[in-house]
């Protein structure tokens, strides 16, 4: 992996010039990035969403620089840059069951400059320089969210064109074992993985997307996200309600910015309510860790029958092609994006390389489907058959 030798970062709360940028390097696997922000209260958030999944601190060399200005005369001197023919759009960030498209323009030889206007964000990719500048209008509330999800994106692309396969699924770790749940939006994977949370002592791992580095592989790794908690699963843990409103996470703010400074909790119009990754674990009162090995893959299935739930084995060929459908962007015949490629990066995956390295895990890992039923979550009991079957 070709990457570009910078200065050391400083720390992100000791910078001599107060308009100056403050940085922070941050990797995950073998891609280390250069990360900055106008304000460096938005670098500590970052630091915070993407730990321990990615590592924080000084490396050598990075294969690119990202920075995020918050500066709204600059916004509206790019937004006004945009030329009136030319634009197309671009394939920029990949989602569960969708890829965002923006438009995009030339901005500059070798440089595409996008824009979204639903978070205010123009991003600036100088491909040749490795840099990505995301520009915002001071007081934007989503440009955090948007810093990350470029991050994010660099992190993502290059895990899948280094030979890694991305899965729709939470993931929790105990003494180093790791299980997977593993389906499509609306199967029950976070609801279980917050049941399970509570009541087997393991650590939380992710949410909604796992990274399998390589074929070869059996370590499990989280790649951050929202954590999106629905109506229908707060109405299975009421108390975690009351302390959400209580403490006054949303994703947006820091464990110590909810803390200083109290607000009612706002759901999105449809009832659901995001969270970071570090203050679900801080509401669970559990520990976050970056990988586990992949011991246990379970498949949720909503039964409606009156009882506790059960785990019924998998055979091989059912297995397989239930993770198949878990590939993130399954549906898709893309899986990477193009808005933050270099011009060094190996050839995206193709989706039989995809399902032979998912074929392949489902192969190796005990593999379950989780039956649930009405009152899988009244008592401890189907937490303590998937503990059971986690110890092996």
Request: with cysteine.
């Amino acid at each position: 992996m070709a990457t570009v030798p910078l200065a050391r970062p400083g720390s992100a709360s000791v910078v001599a010039d107060p308009t100056a940028p403050a940085f922070e390097g941050f990797t995950y696997g073998e891609l280390s990035l250069l990360v900055g922000s106008s304000r460096p209260a938005s670098l500590r958030w970052l630091a915070e969403f993407l730990a321990p999944a990615f590592r924080l601190g000084p490396r050598d060399a990075y294969r690119a620089t990202v920075t995020l200005e918050e500066d709204s005369r600059r916004y509206k001197e790019l937004r006004l840059g945009r030329p009136p023919v030319g634009t197309v759009e671009l394939d920029c960030f990949v989602n569960d069951t969708d890829v965002i498209r923006l438009p995009a323009w030339a901005s500059a030889p070798g440089a595409t400059t996008a824009f979204q206007r639903r978070s205010r964000a123009l991003y600036a990719v100088d491909r040749e320089r490795r840099s990505v500048t995301v520009v915002s209008p001071e007081g934007n509330p989503t440009a955090r969210t948007a810093l990350m999800r470029v991050v994010r994106e660099l992190a993502m692309n290059r895990s899948l064109r280094d030979g890694g396969v991305l899965l729709h699924a939470a993931g929790l770790a105990r003494e180093g074992r790791a299980m997977l749940i593993a389906g499509p939006k609306h199967a029950g994977k976070t609801t279980l993985l917050l049941h399970l949370l509570r009541h087997t002592g393991a650590d939380f791992v992710a949410n909604d997307r796992v990274l399998l580095p390589s074929a070869t592989s059996t370590t499990l790794r989280g790649m951050p996200s929202i954590v999106t908690l629905r109506p229908g699963t707060l109405a299975f843990f009421p108390g975690l309600q009351r302390d959400l409103q209580r403490r006054s996470y949303y994703y947006r703010r820091t464990l110590a910015e909810a803390a200083a400074r109290p607000r009612p909790v706002r759901p999105w119009p449809d009832g659901r309510v995001g969270l970071s990754p570090a203050q679900l674990c801080a509401l669970l009162g559990v520990a976050p860790t970056a990988e586990g090995t992949a011991s246990v893959i379970l498949f949720p299935r909503v039964t409606g029958s009156p009882d506790t739930g059960r785990l019924v084995d998998l055979t091989p060929d059912d297995a397989r092609a239930r993770l198949r459908r878990a590939l993130l962007s399954a549906g898709l015949s893309k899986k990477t994006s193009d808005l933050v490629t270099f011009p060094d990066d190996p050839p995206a995956p193709d989706h039989e390389q995809l399902e032979a390295l998912s074929g392949a895990l489902a192969e190796r890992v005990h593999c379950l489907e989780c039956q649930l039923g009405t009152r899988s979550y009244e008592t401890g009991a189907l937490a303590a058959e998937c503990l059971r079957v986690l110890a092996g």
